[in-house]
């Protein structure tokens, strides 16, 4: 079984910083694609941001460009998403989730997804 485990979330200022980290475990899978999702209460789980597995190629929303990145250790199979800047339109759980394709990317449906993660909260205070 494949398990993503999301940690790192919290209560922060605005204009403050964040980093998420989440970690794959369990048996071996083929993930091309990792991404971070967020959903704020009462709205759909939006994308963020992806980063290809082995080239390391990134893709980002527009509302957090320029604020956010997204990286990844091979050694500790974890994906990280440093957050900067933050406001509080940011708040949300944050979702990481690994995909077996990326014959679509850049990918930012959640149906393109295959493994997800429990979520961890951001909340930015203003």
């Known amino acids: 079984q494949v398990q993503l485990v999301e940690s790192g979330g919290g209560l922060v200022q605005a204009g403050g910083s964040l980093r998420l980290s989440c970690a794959a475990s369990g048996r071996t899978f083929r993930r091309n694609v990792m991404g971070w999702f967020r959903q704020a209460p009462g709205k759909e789980r939006e994308f963020v941001t992806a980063i290809t597995w082995s080239g390391g190629v990134t893709y980002y929303a527009d509302s957090v460009k320029g604020r956010f990145t997204i990286s990844r250790d091979y050694a500790k199979n974890t994906v990280y998403l440093q957050m900067n800047s933050l406001n509080p339109e940011d708040t949300a759980v944050y979702y990481c989730?690994?995909?077996?394709?990326?014959?679509?990317?850049?990918?930012?449906?959640?149906?393109?997804?295959?493994?997800w993660g429990q979520g961890t909260q951001v909340t930015v205070s203003s």
């Open positions: 989730a690994a995909a077996q394709n990326d014959v679509s990317w850049p990918l930012r449906k959640t149906y393109e997804y295959d493994y």
